[in-house]
C-alpha cells in the first residue's frame, strides 16, 4: 500500500510537471555514449541518376513553379528531411540546352560538382563562370545565383548543400531575384583567373568575410597538385592522396559549413579505416572500387554517389591495378571543427581493415 | 486525356524517384524567407521552479539511476526534444546537504548558474569550486564533473546546456565515471584566483584549446564591471549595460556552442527592439519588469526564466523607477557566428518599440 | 712578382668596387655566432636618481624648451644613444605640484610606472588617468598625452619608450598640440574602470587595433594576481611568480614594441639562470636581493633601476628571508617575437646557476 | 654674476648627472617631425654590376675564407653598414660551373632573385631547387642552405637580406655546416610543386611556423597572375599592377622580416607619387623606364637595381609605349606592419604627380 501510495504521488508529480512546462531528466536521460545517426551508408548509381534526370527533362519545366530541375538523393534513413546526412544536401541537376534556372539568393551555402557537359554556366554575384567536368563552383551563404546553357548538350553536375544543418539551426533566409537573370558585372571566369598561380596575390587586397573571393575551381589545377603529391608520395593512410578546397586569402577552410575534398586513390591502393565526427557524400569522378563502410562493402564507379554517415568506420579502395580513381567530396568537417565537436580514431584491430559483412 | 496521360506519366516518374532513392525537388521546397522556428516566447515562473524542485526532493532519489535531480524547462513547442530554445537546454537543479551528483562527462558542454543557496561545489578536471548566488561555472566539452553539498541549506541553480544543438549534429559522447566522485587536485577555485585581476597573465601561460580555461566567474568581479559601466553610461540601446562572459587568454567567446552575458537594466530603462538569429535562456536576477517579445508582453521577477526564440522582436523594460533590474542569460550566438549565420536587425517602426498586443 | 701582380690587381679590383658604390662581402663579412650587443649590465641606485631629480627640480624649467624634466638613464655602452638597452629608453621624470608637461604625440611608445607621489595625473587621448605607485600607464604609438601634477607633493616615475628601436627603423614622428594642455573628454580613470573585473567584456566591443584600449593597469588588481600566483605555487624557474600586463580584448600583448612585466621573488628565493634574444630594463619596486648577469653580481633595493642586456645569462635572488621582492620591468620581447627572431636557453650547467665572478 | 653662477650651477649638474650615468632629455632632445633616413636613393647599372661580378670571377676564389662571390650594393648614406637601405641589404652573386657556395645557416633571412643563367641550384633544409630567370628563392631565418652550378654557364642573381634590421636588433646567430654540401633529402623542387595549383592543400596539413613552406615561387606562375591582373584591368594607383608573393598556407606574407613583391607597369603607364614607412629595393627584370623619387629621376632599364628609402616619395613610368616593364622587390613592410609603425601618404599636389628635378 505504501509502495502504491508513493507510485501515485510520483505520477501525480510528474503530471504536475508536465502541467508547467517541465519535464524530469531522469525520465528522458539516454546517455548516448556515442554519436547515433539515422543516416546509412548509401550508393545511388550514376547511370540511374542520368537516366532519371534525362527523363526529369521531359517531364518538369523549368519555371517558377520548379526554378530547378533537381533531384535530391534520399538517405533511405532520412526521408523526414530528404538529406544525403544529418548535415548536408547531395542533388544531381540537369540544365538542357537554352534553359535557364533564375536567380536567387539563400543562407544556405551550395556547390556545383561539373559530372558531365562542357560551357554551361553559372553566374555567382555578377561573376560568370563556365562549368567543365571536375570543376568546383561555389555560391556561398547569401550570394545571388543563376544557371543556363548556352550550348547545344545538356549539361549534369551535382549539388552540396548544408540545407539540412541550416534548417536543424533554424536559419533559413531566401530571397528571389526581380528577374530571371542577374546582370553580369565582372570578365568571365574572373575569381579563378584572378587567384590562379596561387602564390601571389594583389599587394591592395586584404582579407575580408568568411568565405573565399574564388567562386570557380577549375579541374586542371586541382588535378595538377594531386598528381605532384602522388609522385611525391605524400598520402594519408585513411583517404590516400588528398587534397581540401581553401580560401587562398587565408589558407582556411573555402566556407564555413561545409568542406570539400577531391582526392586520388592510386592504382591498387587500400586505405586504412577510421571514424570521425564527420559525415561525408563521394562523387566517383573517375575510375572504380568499393569503400567498406561500418564493415558493409559499398562498390563504386565512375559516376556513383554515396554517402558516409557521421562516426561510420570507412576504408576505401582503388579496384585497379594500373588506373586511378578520384573521388570528389563534400563534407561536414569545417563546423565541427568550428564548434570543437570533431574528434576522429583509427581502426586498431586487424591491422586497420575491417571485416566485411 | 492527353492531360491524364500526362499527369499519370509525371505520377509514375515521381513513385520512380522514390523507389530509386531520390526526390523532386519541386516537389518538397518550401522557400523559408525568414528564420522559422517552433519555439515560442515562454516565462517559466521562480516560485514555481522552486516549489517543484523542493517537491522533487522529497521524491527522487539521487542515485545511478537519476544521477541529477534536474527539471527541463521544455518550451511548449518543442515538447519532441524538451528543450527551451531549437538548439538551448534550460533546467533548474537543486542538491539537498549531504547529496552528491556523481562524476561523468559528455560532450555537450554545461554552464550552471547559481540562484540560491550558498557554499556547495561543482568540481570541474579536479578543481573544486565553490558556488554562490550569482557565479558562472563552465564545464566545458569532456571536463569530468560531479556536484555535492556540504553545506546545511539546500542549493538552487540553474543548468543551461547545448544538447540541443550537439544532438541535431549528431556528434553526442558520454562516459560515467568509475567513481562517484572524482579527486581533487587543484587548490579549491583555482581557476577563477589564477585569472583575478583580470589584465595581467603568467609570462608562461600560452593560449591553447577551444575553451576558457577559468571555470568560475564570481559575480563579484562581473557585477563591478556591470556597474563601471553604468556609471560611465555605456549601454547598448536593446540590452543596456550588457556583458558577455570571455576567455581570459583569447578575449574571445569562453565556449565555443554557447554565449554567456549578464546584463544591467538601469532604474527605469525601456530598451529598443531588435532580433538576431540566436535564441536565448534569461533567468531574472534581480528585479522585476517585463520584455516584448513578437509584440507580446511577457512580466517577470526575480527568479523567474523565460525564453526568446532565435529572430523575434524583442525588447526589455526595468519596471522599477529606482531599483535595478539584473538579466543572466545563455545564447547561441557563438555558434550562428563561427558558421557565417548570424544576423541582426534593428526594430525600425514607431521608433523602435512594438506595440504590445 | 706574379704573387705582387695579383694582390695590384684585386686591390684595384677592390677600389673600383667602392668607386662603384660595392663592396666585396668577403671584405666586410665578420660572421657573428652568437648576438653582440654594446650594452652592459648596470645599476642606477634609486637614491642617486632621486636626488638628481630633485636637484633638476631646481635648476630645469618646464616649459616648451624643456618640456619633460627627463633624466635617461644611459647604459655605459651605449652613450651615443642614450640608450639603456640597444632597443628601450628608460628614465626618471619628476613633476612638482603645479607643473605641466605639455601634450604632444609621437609613434614612440611610452609606458610610465608610477614611483612615488600619489594623484598627478596623465591624460592620453581625453582620458585622465591618476597615477599611484605602483600603477603602469600606457600612451601606446601616436597617442596624446601630457602630464600634471595638482597635488601638493612631487610626483616620481619611471619612463620607458621602444624610441633606440623606432630610431633604427627610421620611422619616428612626432607632433606638438596646440596647446598645452588637451581637453578631457572621458570620465576619469575610464578605461581601468571599464575593463575592472577582467573576465567580461561589453558585448558590443570587438577588437580593434593593435593596442591595448586599457591605458592604466593600477597596482591592486596586479598584485592581487601575483599573491595568488604565489599562493597556488605557480612559478617560472627563471622569474618565479612573473605576470605580463595584456591587451584585455585579445588576450595579447598590450603594446606591439615593449613588454611589461611584474614579477614577485618570493622570500628566501634565488632563480635559475638562462638567456634569451630580449632585453630588460627592470624597477625595483619593493625589496632587496641581486641578480647575477654574465658572472657579474647585481644588487639592488628598493628604487634602484637596472638593465639587463640582450642574450646575457641572468638569474635572480630574493636577499630576504621573510619579505616579498617586486620588479617590474620592460623588454623588447613583443617585436622579436612578431619577427620570428626570438629565442631562449636555460643554463644548463652548475644546476642552473652561474658562478660568480 | 647671479646668471653666471645658475650657468654655472647648471654646467655643474650636467657634468653630475654624466657621471652618474644619466643624461638631460632637453640636452639631446631633437624632436623628428617626420621619419629620417641617412639613405639616399641610388640606381647601380646592370652592365656594371655583371663586368664586376665577371671580374671577381677571376679574382676571387670561393671557399672558406670567401665562401660567397657576393658584391654588396652600398648605399651611398650607408656606407657605414654596407646596406641598401637601412633595414635592408642588396647584393649581386655569380657562381661559375663546377662551384659551389658552402653550407650554412643564419637567423638573417635571404632571397635570391634569379637574373641569369638557367639550371643551377641552391638547397634549403635538404630541398634541392633549381634557379631559372625570374624565380625567387627563400632561405627563412636559420634554413641550411648551400649553392651550386652544375652546369656549364655562370649563374647571377640577386640576394637580398634583412641583415641590417637583425644587426640593429641585436640578434644575429651564424652556424657552418660540418661539411660543405648538405645532403638532399627531398625530391627535386619539392615545394613550388607540392603547392603548385595553388588553391588546394594537403588535407593532413596545417600552418606551423612564422615562414612560407614553399621554398621556390616559379616565374611562370608569378607572371601567369600578373597578365591575368593586366587583362581584368585591376592595378594600383601607385604600383600599377603588383603582387605580393605569400605564404600559400596562411595567404599571409612569406616572410617576417622581409616582403617580396613583383610588378608589372604596362606599357605608357606613370603612376602616382605616394610614400610609406618602408623601404625598397628594386631589380629591373625586363623593360626600361624611370622612377621619380623625392623629386629626383632615376632612370633604369632591364638589370639596373635601385633603392628608394622609406618615406621616399616615388612614382614609377614605363617608358615605352609597347612594351611590359617587370620590377622585383624586396621591402621592409612586413615588420613595420608587425610592429603598428606602418603608415602611407598619397602624394596630393599636382595631380599625383611630383615635379621632377
Chains 1, 2, 3, 4 share one sequence.
Not at 167 to 188: C, I, K
Not at 261 to 285: C, D, I, N, W
Amino acid at each position: 500500500m505504501i509502495g502504491e501510495q508513493v507510485s501515485s504521488a510520483v505520477e501525480q508529480f510528474h503530471a504536475g510537471l508536465e502541467a508547467n512546462g517541465l519535464q524530469g531528466l531522469w525520465r528522458v536521460q539516454t546517455q548516448t555514449h556515442e554519436p547515433r545517426t539515422a543516416a546509412v551508408p548509401h550508393v545511388w548509381r550514376g547511370a540511374m541518376l542520368r537516366e532519371q534526370l534525362l527523363r526529369a527533362g521531359e517531364l518538369i519545366t523549368m519555371d517558377r513553379s520548379a526554378e530547378r530541375r533537381v533531384l535530391l538523393l534520399v538517405n533511405p534513413g532520412l526521408r523526414a528531411i530528404n538529406a544525403a546526412t544529418h548535415t548536408l544536401t547531395a542533388a544531381v541537376q540537369m540544365i538542357k540546352p537554352g534553359e535557364i534556372a533564375p536567380t536567387h539568393r539563400h543562407n544556405a551555402t551550395a556547390i556545383r560538382f561539373i559530372i558531365d557537359g562542357r560551357g554551361a554556366y553559372t553566374t555567382v554575384d555578377g561573376e560568370k563562370l563556365l562549368m567543365d567536368p571536375g570543376d568546383l563552383i561555389l555560391t556561398p551563404n547569401w550570394t545571388w545565383h543563376d544557371h543556363g546553357n548556352e550550348t547545344d548538350t545538356p549539361i549534369f553536375w551535382m549539388d552540396g548543400l548544408d540545407r539540412p544543418l541550416v534548417a536543424s539551426l533554424n536559419a533559413m533566409f531566401f530571397e528571389p531575384y526581380a528577374e530571371d537573370r542577374q546582370a553580369v558585372t565582372l570578365p568571365e571566369d574572373y575569381s579563378a583567373r584572378r587567384y590562379a598561380g596561387g602564390h601571389v596575390r594583389p599587394t591592395w587586397e586584404r582579407p575580408s568575410g568568411p568565405f573565399s573571393p574564388q567562386h570557380a575551381y577549375p579541374f586542371a589545377a586541382t588535378y595538377e597538385t594531386l598528381s605532384h603529391l602522388a609522385r611525391l608520395g605524400e598520402a594519408s593512410p585513411y583517404d590516400d592522396v588528398a587534397v581540401e578546397y581553401v580560401n587562398p586569402v587565408t589558407g582556411g577552410h573555402a566556407l564555413t559549413t561545409m568542406g570539400c575534398e577531391m582526392q586520388l586513390l592510386r592504382p591498387g591502393v587500400h586505405t586504412k579505416a577510421h571514424r570521425h565526427v564527420s559525415s561525408t557524400v563521394y562523387q566517383v569522378f573517375r575510375g572504380r572500387g568499393y569503400s567498406v563502410v561500418n564493415g558493409e562493402r559499398l562498390d563504386w564507379e565512375q559516376g556513383d554517389i554515396f554517402a558516409v554517415p557521421t562516426w561510420a568506420w570507412h576504408e576505401h579502395a582503388n579496384g585497379s591495378p594500373s588506373e586511378e580513381a578520384i573521388l570528389f567530396s563534400i563534407n561536414d568537417l569545417p563546423p565541427m571543427q568550428a564548434l570543437a565537436l570533431y574528434r576522429e580514431q583509427a581502426y586498431e584491430a586487424n591491422n586497420g581493415y575491417q571485416d566485411e559483412c
